[in-house]
């Protein structure tokens, strides 16, 4: 989610529940304007990993190392992101962009965890781990 939430949104972009409504394990990665949703292939309660990439360009395909991967576009009014959880609970990390009010492309992909850890009353940890690739849709305008 944007550091901005629903403050930077365009009029007329898709809400952050209209969006999470769409949701479901068959569309379990989508965006609309500073928010994307990403929907769990395991269990409705527990811990992910997550990484967030920065790349300049298309990253390497490497598809085939994945269980699902999807492709979309996001639009960033701060660019300054951070993982939150259902719950509102955010990880705390921010990702800087390095560029406000514009378009990215997010790959994500998810694949099997390193191994499902159960502990006492606690959410699971190790079932799912997610990557989230963002590069530019357009090179940045150049500074003259």
């Known amino acids: ?32 304007a500073n928010v994307a949703v990403v ?22 395909a490497d598809d085939d190392r994945w269980s699902r991967s999807e492709t979309a576009e996001l639009y ?7 993982v939150v959880g259902v719950y ?3 990880s705390g990390n921010l990702m800087d962009l390095r560029d ?3 378009n990215w492309f997010v790959h994500a992909s998810v694949r099997p ?8 009353e606690q959410p699971p940890e190790g079932l799912e781990t997610y990557r ?6 357009q090179p940045s305008p150049s500074v003259p």
Do not use: C
């Open 100 to 102: 406000q009010a514009r």
């Open 39 to 60: 929907t769990s292939q395991a269990d409705s309660w527990h811990v992910v990993d997550v990484t967030l990439e920065l790349w300049d360009g298309r990253p390497p």
């Open 132 to 137: 989230l690739q963002f590069w530019p849709t």
């Open 88 to 90: 509102g609970h955010s």
């Open 1 to 32: 989610m944007d550091l901005d939430g629903a403050n930077g949104q365009p009029e007329g972009a898709e809400d952050l529940w209209e969006l999470s409504d769409r949701a479901n394990r068959t569309d379990w990665f989508l965006t609309t």
């Open 113 to 120: 965890g390193p191994g499902a850890r159960y502990r006492r």
């Open 76 to 82: 960033s009014s701060s660019g300054r992101l951070q």
